[in-house]
């Protein structure tokens, strides 16, 4: 049996999301990418646009952790004092 949903199945309940709310989410996510949201071209495959959101994620995630480890140096060379207004203004 296929683990992929029949789209001609009827939905039992109000948990399972519509074709169209799924274009629109995948329009939405589009439109947020920096890499296919300006395009003029409307025609991106939704599987394209998945893959590059998850691309665009994996990449802000190294991107804090990077700066996360920038931040832990800086307090470790400030002053205790300095690094005390640091920490209480990132904890607000």
Known sequence: ??????RSRPSSG??????????????KLQQLLPEIGN?????????????DTCNCIRSLHR????????LSELLATTDTAQAAIIRNLLTQ
């Open 63 to 70: 991107e804090v952790d990077d700066l996360s480890e920038r």
């Open 14 to 27: 109000s948990s399972r999301i519509t074709d169209d709310q799924i274009l629109d989410l995948v329009s």
């Open 39 to 51: 395009r003029r071209s409307d025609k991106v495959s939704a599987a394209k646009v998945l893959q």
């Open 1 to 6: 049996m296929s683990s992929r949903r029949s």
